[in-house]
């Protein structure tokens, strides 16, 4: 498997959301031979530490849960939120300019909005926030905390 990054991710989603439209299983095995391939080789679909990369094999995940039902992709979609949740940056975290995910002060704004609602990158590498995906990141944060919620 050359990569597990967002773009592998993003583009599995398309088989199980298909399949749960058409009402078929057509993609299953697909979908959970990589899947499993992709867990296998980063137990946190992150191998850059990117959350947004982890985020996009959980929404794959999450969408195969929905449209296959088996219970390993509902908790692979869980084991991203558990990863994830706590680099969203809350209001009062903007306000003070802290993330308890970050050792480096954050900016309280990015381009005049608040980056409240924005996402900390685990790793701290490269940008502060992943602003750039700022939106993506966004649906699929909601995404996963809904997948979080199914028992």
Same mark, same amino acid.
């Given at each position: 498997?050359?990569?597990?990054?967002?773009?592998?991710?993003?583009?599995?989603?398309?088989?199980?959301?298909?399949?749960?439209?058409?009402?078929?299983?057509? +993609?299953? &095995?697909?979908?959970?031979?990589?899947? =499993? $391939?992709?867990?296998? %080789?980063?137990?946190?679909? #992150?191998?850059?530490?990117? +959350?947004? &990369?982890?985020?996009?094999?959980?929404? =794959? $995940?999450?969408?195969? %849960?929905?449209?296959?039902? #088996?219970?390993?992709?509902?908790?692979?979609?869980?084991?991203?939120?558990?990863?994830?949740?706590?680099?969203?940056?809350?209001?009062?975290?903007?306000?003070?300019?802290?993330?308890?995910?970050?050792?480096?002060?954050?900016?309280?704004?990015?381009?005049?909005?608040?980056?409240?609602?924005?996402?900390?990158?685990?790793?701290?590498?490269?940008?502060?926030?992943?602003?750039?995906?700022?939106?993506?990141?966004?649906?699929?944060?909601?995404?996963?905390?809904?997948?979080?919620?199914?028992?």
């Amino acid at each position: 498997m050359p990569t597990v990054g967002w773009g592998s991710g993003t583009t599995l989603t398309a088989l199980p959301y298909k399949d749960l439209i058409a009402s078929t299983r057509d +993609n299953h &095995d697909f979908v959970k031979k990589v899947l =499993a $391939a992709a867990k296998k %080789h980063n137990k946190n679909f #992150d191998p850059y530490g990117y +959350n947004d &990369d982890a985020m996009w094999w959980g929404t =794959a $995940a999450m969408y195969a %849960h929905r449209a296959y039902g #088996d219970a390993e992709f509902l908790q692979y979609a869980k084991d991203v939120w558990e990863r994830v949740h706590k680099s969203q940056v809350t209001s009062a975290q903007a306000k003070a300019g802290k993330s308890p995910v970050r050792a480096q002060k954050i900016k309280s704004t990015c381009g005049g909005d608040s980056v409240a609602g924005g996402m900390c990158k685990i790793n701290g590498l490269c940008h502060e926030y992943v602003t750039d995906d700022r939106f993506h990141t966004q649906r699929c944060f909601g995404d996963l905390r809904a997948a979080k919620r199914q028992t």
